[in-house]
């Protein structure tokens, strides 16, 4: 597989891992870490980037809550999306300091849309979440940690 190649899937995976399907960004980001054929900076960069920007999709999906909510595909259940709701209403835009939980993480960012965060302060926050879970992982399989 070519760097290119390794890269763009860590971002799908990455992305994919943050909106409606399931999928183990960390899995892949510490197998190619474990390779070390491309600089870790740039994986965590890579791996960041997809899944802040699949955030986003989950925050465009809560911003239209009413035509989608109810479809399939949607991301979180209704039980998801009401206690994430109710804990965002609570401890306000922090909350998505959270976001990059594997239970309740996407529904944190749903709810952010759906409570009309600013697209601005929801990236930054949802970036510092999402980006210092990797570099947490990788410093740790790189035995930094």
Partial sequence: MTPLAALAGL???AFVAATILPAQSEAALVALLAAGDIAPWLLVLVA?????LGAVVNWFLGRGIERFRDRRWFPV???????????YGRWGRWSLLLSWLPIGGDALTVAAGVLREPLWSFVALVTVAKA??????????????
Avoid: E, H, K
């Fill in 11 to 13: 971002f799908g995976i």
């Fill in 48 to 52: 960041s980037a997809g899944n802040v």
């Fill in 77 to 87: 259940s209704p039980r998801q999306l009401d206690r994430a709701t109710r804990w």
């Fill in 132 to 145: 210092g879970r990797y570099i947490v992982l990788a410093a740790i399989t790189l035995g930094l940690l």
